[in-house]
Nanobody, 127 residues
Framework: QVRLVESGGGLAQAGGSLRLSCALS????????MGWFRQAPGKERDFVAA???????YYADSVKGRFTISRDVAENTVDLQMNGLKPEDTAVYYC?????????????????????WGQGTQVTVSS
């Protein structure tokens, strides 16, 4: 039973920071990719960041230089450090697992590549 659980969401002021965590159970990281996506009310679920089985990282242009994705293989967790937060970052953030992923930019950036999803955690950034 594969399960992903996000944590660390909450309220931050503009320019502040939050750190999200995603705990994976039921599977060990092997040839998988882990991604972070976000969805604002009334909008599509969009790519934020991903890390491949090789450790290669990918970022949406809107968060590049502000957000950092990292992986702790021993703890089976993936984190998203969010700095310089903006009101437009407000959304529900989801982590996702792409089993036996291809290490390709187009693959990891697509929501349709992912097999499992967490329940989401709310991030709200005030002005």
């Amino acid at each position: 039973q594969v399960r992903l659980v996000e944590s660390g969401g909450g309220l931050a002021q503009a320019g502040g920071s939050l750190r999200l965590s995603c705990a994976l159970s039921g599977r060990r990281f092997s040839s998988d990719a882990m991604g972070w996506f976000r969805q604002a009310p009334g909008k599509e679920r969009d790519f934020v960041a991903a890390i491949s089985y090789s450790g290669r990282t990918y970022y949406a242009d809107s968060v590049k230089g502000r957000f950092t994705i990292s992986r702790d293989v021993a703890e089976n967790t993936v984190d998203l450090q969010m700095n310089g937060l903006k009101p437009e970052d407000t959304a529900v953030y989801y982590c996702a697992l792409d089993v036996d992923a291809v290490d390709s930019s187009s693959i990891v950036r697509s929501k349709y590549s992912y097999n499992y999803w967490g329940q989401g955690t709310q991030v709200t950034v005030s002005s």
